[in-house]
């Protein structure tokens, strides 16, 4: 029992950050674990489990206002096990209560604060709850007392109630599979309801808080150049154009805030995720790829350089988050008076920095000003009688004072964990980047990280959630080996080492030994894995892809590459399994729907056999000018692949160099042309015709 505020509770011996702020909380914290699971059985007691992460504002203030308050403490001290859990540490966890918490009230959100029985099924909970009643929600206190005397008074009422939510927790796992045809009609429902949830002024979907939703976003580019989409194009520039001129995104550093609080995208909530910045600087690459617009590019390169620069951790890897939060105040780091922002531009570069970031003595954030694009920059040039050639040196001396003088303010605090999961996202990010804009730097960065993930989280046939200094690492999830997997294919198709493939399909194929069900579809984590009360089984995207969704994307390029028929019917398995529930809640899905729509009879392949060196830039740089997300390529830098690759891959088993000369194959649809040997004539059959239109029907 804690009865000083100078005593330091069980989890100042944790690694994470988050723990570690509520090491001096007076509440008798305990880790995830066994240890408090026995006492919770031992004294018949319920448990109090909440759940956060160090970036999240509520989380800070539900801390300062109850976690911190001894008559609080004392209340949960004398009438619960306390667990507290790090979402980021133990997405397992989290993902098992959230959905719990979304039966319980049909919403979740962090923090999330549950009430378990000692079998650690959850009987009730919420998200914030203010320390007295305020805003329609009731105070904590209260509803620590109401919780304790239910459980008290009326146990038997209580376990039925645990039942049932794990009855219903575990009914969400039970997919209903899905036989014969899957049409793909349920493309034209997603677009029809994106269509009409969309924001024709601002972009972007719904009403506020208005998140980017990159996945979507992704979606709707890979539709816009199909017959019957014709807005999708239109739906992804506007809200790529809208959220780089607003709040949303750091007009100072680079990269993106988590969310933004209205529709206009101009005040943000100020925390910055890895994941968040990860997928952004892949769809921004993306669709510079599709539509060969400059402003793509530098937002996407502004990004990957924010992550390079500020999240890069001192080992490796990049960590976790930014916190919203600088000396106590939301905010504080990233907003400017309009006095702090003159001093920091002096009086000639004010006038023109005012009128591009709408910069006012009254803000717009608690009397601060969050910068934004304010005008179009042809308005701004006449105002000032600038020419293009005068503006773009002085914006960049702009953005370089106020980033100094940004950097002199009391510095971020920063989650150091390295997680499997966002750093597998970081790595496409990368990858993606130095083949599709062409940037050698970024490939350096993303061999570097690939290194880091090998020799710090590869553990023989497993991977690691995180390193733990001197505590067992976390086990690694569905979304850790799916989504680094997904990277190593990615960096495979940006340098075509080998090594980055046979990685690739080890990690998928321990997923499938791990986390695979007997219906088909995968488990969140390893059902076989202590404490939790149901093993999650979902294909809907979160803020991150579904495990299973890009799971599904892995196998389907491995098939592919490999010719194993294995692999391709455990993708069309997961498809099966999901598809039903695609029908219903199509904008859920759509890494899922993108996987559905990547028929295993779509796409082309493109066999390169290399002799001289000289030669890969010409031919790398054709596939670059001609994107297509379904073409597989795999690059032999010789005259014949080399028996391990000849082995993985039948693409290249029985195919050579011609003559000694650089040979490219190209086939579609099951055609093949004739071999070329020039760059120039690979371009040509690039080139759109016959062949680049697959039959998109869905018989699995």
């Given at each position: 029992m804690?009865?000083?505020?100078?005593?330091?509770?069980?989890?100042?011996?944790?690694?994470s950050?988050?723990?570690?702020e509520?090491a001096e909380?007076?509440?008798?914290?305990?880790?995830?674990?066994?240890?408090?699971?026995?006492?919770?059985?031992?004294?018949?007691?319920?448990?109090?489990?909440s759940?956060?992460y160090?970036?999240?504002?509520?989380?800070?203030?539900?801390a300062r206002?109850?976690?911190?308050?001894?008559?609080?403490?004392?209340?949960?001290?004398?009438?619960?096990v306390?667990?507290?859990?790090?979402?980021?540490?133990?997405?397992?966890?989290?993902?098992?209560?959230?959905?719990?918490?979304?039966?319980?009230t049909g919403?979740g959100?962090?923090p999330?604060?549950?009430?378990?029985?000692?079998d650690?099924?959850?009987?009730y909970?919420g998200?914030?709850?203010p320390?007295?009643?305020?805003?329609?929600?009731?105070g904590?206190?209260?509803?620590?007392?109401?919780?304790a005397?239910?459980?008290?008074t009326?146990?038997?009422?209580v376990?039925?109630a645990?039942?049932?939510?794990?009855?219903?927790?575990?009914?969400?796992s039970?997919?209903?599979?899905?036989?014969?045809e899957?049409?793909?009609?349920?493309?034209?429902?997603?677009?029809?309801?994106?269509l009409?949830?969309?924001?024709?002024?601002q972009?972007g979907?719904?009403v506020?808080?208005r998140f980017?939703?990159?996945?979507?976003l992704?979606?709707?580019?890979?539709?816009?150049a199909r017959?019957?989409?014709?807005?999708?194009?239109e739906?992804?520039?506007l809200?790529?154009?809208?959220m780089?001129?607003?709040?949303?995104?750091?007009?100072?550093?680079?990269?993106?805030?988590?969310?933004?609080?209205?529709t206009a995208?101009?005040?943000?909530?100020?925390?910055?995720?890895?994941?968040?910045?990860?997928?952004?600087?892949?769809?921004y690459?993306?669709?510079?790829?599709a539509t060969?617009?400059?402003?793509w590019?530098?937002?996407?390169?502004?990004t990957?350089?924010?992550l390079?620069?500020e999240m890069?951790?001192?080992?490796?890897?990049?960590?976790a988050?930014?916190?919203?939060?600088s000396?106590?105040i939301e905010?504080?780091?990233?907003t400017w008076?309009?006095?702090?922002?003159?001093?920091?531009?002096?009086?000639?570069?004010?006038?023109l920095?005012?009128d591009?970031?709408?910069?006012t003595?009254e803000g717009?954030?608690?009397?601060?000003?969050?910068?934004?694009?304010?005008q179009?920059?042809?308005?701004?040039?006449?105002?000032?009688?600038?020419?293009?050639?005068d503006?773009?040196?002085?914006?960049?001396?702009?953005r370089?004072?106020?980033?100094?003088?940004?950097?002199r303010r009391?510095?971020?605090r920063?989650d150091e964990?390295?997680?499997?999961?966002?750093?597998?996202l970081?790595?496409?990010?990368?990858a993606?980047g130095?083949?599709?804009?062409?940037?050698?730097?970024?490939?350096?960065r993303?061999?570097?990280?690939?290194?880091?993930?090998r020799?710090?989280?590869?553990?023989?046939?497993?991977?690691?959630?995180?390193?733990?200094?001197?505590?067992?690492?976390v086990p690694?999830?569905?979304?850790d080996?799916?989504?680094v997997?997904?990277?190593?294919?990615?960096?495979y198709?940006?340098?075509?080492?080998?090594?980055?493939?046979?990685l690739?399909?080890?990690?998928?194929?321990?997923?499938?030994?791990?986390?695979?069900t007997?219906?088909?579809?995968?488990?969140?984590?390893?059902?076989?894995?202590?404490g939790?009360?149901?093993?999650?089984?979902?294909?809907?995207?979160?803020?991150?892809?579904?495990g299973?969704?890009?799971?599904?994307?892995?196998?389907?390029?491995?098939?592919r590459?490999t010719?194993?028929?294995?692999l391709?019917?455990?993708?069309?398995?997961?498809?099966?399994?999901?598809?039903?529930?695609?029908?219903?809640w199509?904008?859920a899905?759509?890494?899922?729907?993108?996987?559905?729509d990547?028929?295993?009879?779509?796409?082309?392949?493109?066999v390169?056999?290399?002799?001289?060196?000289?030669?890969?830039?010409?031919?790398?740089?054709?596939?670059?000018?001609?994107?297509?997300?379904?073409?597989?390529?795999?690059?032999?830098r010789?005259?014949e692949a080399?028996?391990?690759?000849?082995?993985?891959?039948?693409?290249?088993?029985?195919?050579?160099?011609?003559?000694?000369?650089?040979?490219a194959?190209?086939?579609a649809?099951?055609?093949?042309?004739?071999?070329?040997?020039?760059?120039a004539?690979?371009?040509?059959?690039?080139?759109?015709?016959p062949?680049?239109?697959p039959d998109?029907r869905?018989?699995?």
């Open positions: 804690l009865n000083s505020k100078s005593a330091r509770n069980r989890l100042a011996s944790e690694s950050l988050y723990l570690l509520h909380n007076p509440v008798d914290w305990y880790p995830w674990g066994p240890e408090a699971w026995e006492r919770a059985h031992t004294e018949s007691r319920p448990i109090f489990l759940i956060g160090s970036a999240c504002h509520w989380c800070h203030v539900m206002e109850s976690f911190a308050d001894e008559e609080t403490a004392a209340i949960l001290n004398e009438q619960f306390c667990i507290k859990v790090d979402r980021e540490e133990r997405p397992d966890v989290d993902e098992t209560y959230m959905e719990a918490m979304r039966i319980l919403s959100g962090w999330l604060s549950v009430f378990l029985t000692p650690l099924k959850p009987f909970g998200t914030y709850f320390p007295e009643p305020r805003h329609g929600l009731p904590f206190k209260r509803v620590l007392l109401s919780a005397h239910y459980f008290r009326e146990r038997e009422a376990d039925r645990a039942a049932a939510i794990v009855e219903k927790l575990d009914g969400l039970r997919l209903e599979r899905a036989e014969g899957l049409a793909p009609d349920v493309l034209n429902a997603y677009y029809r309801q994106r009409e949830a969309f924001d024709s002024e972009g979907f719904g506020a808080p980017p939703n990159p996945t979507d992704e979606l709707l580019l890979r539709l816009s017959p019957g989409f014709d807005s999708c194009r739906m992804v520039e809200t790529l154009l809208r780089s001129e607003g709040g949303i995104y750091d007009q100072v550093g680079g990269g993106f805030h988590r969310y933004s609080t209205d995208w101009l005040v943000p909530h100020f925390e910055k995720m890895l994941y968040d910045n990860a997928l952004l600087a892949r769809l690459t993306e669709a510079f790829a060969g617009n400059e402003a590019r530098a937002v996407a390169r502004e990957l350089d924010y390079e620069r890069r951790a001192p080992a490796g890897g990049y960590c988050s930014q916190d919203a939060d000396g106590g905010g504080a780091h990233h008076s309009r006095e702090e922002f003159e001093a920091a531009l002096g009086p000639e570069l004010t006038p920095a005012v591009l970031y709408g910069v003595k717009v954030f608690e009397g601060r000003n969050v910068l934004r694009i304010a179009p920059v042809e308005l701004l040039l006449r105002a000032h009688k600038l020419s293009p050639d503006f773009w040196p002085k914006l960049a001396d702009i370089a004072r106020l980033l100094a003088a940004r950097n009391a510095p971020l920063r964990k390295v997680l499997a999961d966002w750093n597998g970081a790595l496409s990010a990368l993606r130095h083949q599709l804009l062409g940037d050698e730097a970024l490939l350096g993303a061999r570097s990280l690939a290194t880091f993930i020799s710090r989280l590869v553990r023989g046939r497993d991977l690691n959630h995180l390193e733990r200094p001197g505590r067992e690492p690694g999830l569905l979304a080996y799916a989504l997997a997904r990277g190593f294919l990615d960096l198709a940006s340098d075509f080492d080998p090594g980055h493939l046979f690739a399909r080890d990690l998928t194929d321990r997923m499938l030994t791990l986390f695979r007997p219906d088909g579809a995968l488990a969140t984590q390893d059902p076989a894995a202590p939790l009360v149901s093993a999650t089984v979902s294909g809907y995207d979160s803020p991150v892809p579904s299973n969704a890009v799971a599904a994307h892995n196998l389907l390029d491995l098939a590459l010719g194993r028929t294995d391709r019917e455990a993708a069309l398995e997961i498809l099966r399994r999901f598809y039903p529930v695609m029908r219903r199509p904008t899905f759509a890494t899922m729907l993108s996987a559905l990547r028929s295993p009879a779509a796409g082309s392949e493109v390169l056999f290399l002799p001289d060196p000289a030669e890969e830039r010409g031919f790398v740089e054709t596939l670059r000018r001609h994107p297509d997300p379904d073409r597989t390529v795999v690059l032999v010789g005259a080399d028996p391990a690759l000849a082995e993985l891959s039948p693409l290249v088993r029985d195919r050579r160099a011609f003559g000694g000369r650089p040979t194959f190209y086939c649809n099951n055609s093949c042309r004739e071999p070329v040997h020039t760059a004539a690979l371009e040509t059959l690039l080139s759109p015709g062949l680049d239109s998109r869905h018989t699995l």
